[in-house]
DNA sequence: ATTAATTGGGATTCCGATATCTTGTTTTGA
DNA sequence: TCAAAACAAGATATCGGAATCCCAATTAAT
């Protein structure tokens, strides 16, 4: 029911990418303070996803991040096989190395259609979809809008 | 979609003791042995499951550990929350700290009937039950019968 | 050219889950 | 009484994901 820090950090940040004009490179450091996330980490996660082909890498000034052509249509199991490995959906419940149709755990059966659903959700999330979600603000990408972050280094003194 | 290697081992310890004779002590070792899983470890987790009321331990001679009364109904919500702490299910998909009806994820209500239909499955699915279900025969809760282990300390010379 | 701003990538650190070790306590049976 | 068998419990070790650090490579503006 969870997914590693790693395939959070990845998705918010493609998501927010995708909000972004198109073409335009975003910043690893604007990206990991509007999502409030460590720089340096992220920093690595997105190497990946360029080694996974879903980034454009630019160095130098004017340099970041930006999708890779047609890459608005990657939805979020795709982006998964990247971040968690591919078969990450088939892992027993129980833990057992084997169960199958034929060897199965006693909650397989019970289990599997289940896993079907979130396949299928998975699949159908791209992150356009999510994207415009995000932009019609209705919905959050992270806790607290920057914004509100931004003046907040020291508490406004004995709140008492 | 993930749990702990501590649930998974704490749900395949209670279904393997209900399948015994309920009063009869049965031993860590024998359990950690038939599961294939560290025995000092599966120890930790049994005490937890004791100081969860879910099992009762004896020490000395004719120890071991049995069910409590009436804990053959113990559903495997009841076990997550001891294990993996309650609001398990609560957690947001994209790791939000906060991400409910008011303020969502854009995932967040693609996610919601999914994560209701989990936790409905694993409320009717009881210690009992699964039991009966390993007990038929037709499902596994070891990798490895533990039989065909005894006896394969070492491989068996040149296979090729 | 030089400098500043950016990503690339290896090395390292940190931390919590997992696993082990050691000692103490309880119980039974010889 | 004593020894063996079992769980209790705290201390310690291991491992992998998460996070940080450092420096090299690249690029643009001055």
């Known amino acids: 029911m969870i997914l590693s820090r790693t395939s959070q950090y990845a998705i918010q940040a493609l998501i927010y990418i995708a909000t972004k004009p198109s073409g335009e490179p975003v910043l690893n450091r604007e990206i990991a303070e509007h999502l409030n996330v460590p720089p340096a980490y992220l920093a ?15 160095r130098g000034r004017l340099g970041g991040f ?23 959906t088939h892992e027993c419940v129980l833990g057992l190395k084997i ?55 020291q508490p406004a003194g004995e709140p008492v």
Do not use: N
């Open 99 to 153: 169960c199958s149709d034929e060897t199965a755990c006693p909650m397989h059966f019970k289990w599997k259609p289940i896993k079907e659903k979130v396949v299928a959700l998975l699949r159908e999330q791209t992150l356009e979809k999510l994207a415009k979600a995000v932009m019609t603000g209705k919905y959050r990408l992270a806790d607290v809008p920057a914004v509100l972050m931004a003046g907040a280094g």
């Open 44 to 58: 690595k996660i997105m190497q990946s996803l360029c080694k996974g082909s879903l980034l454009y890498s630019f």
């Open 66 to 88: 930006c999708l890779r052509e047609g890459a608005e249509k990657t939805d979020l199991m795709q982006i998964l096989v990247l971040t968690e490995g591919v078969g990450f």
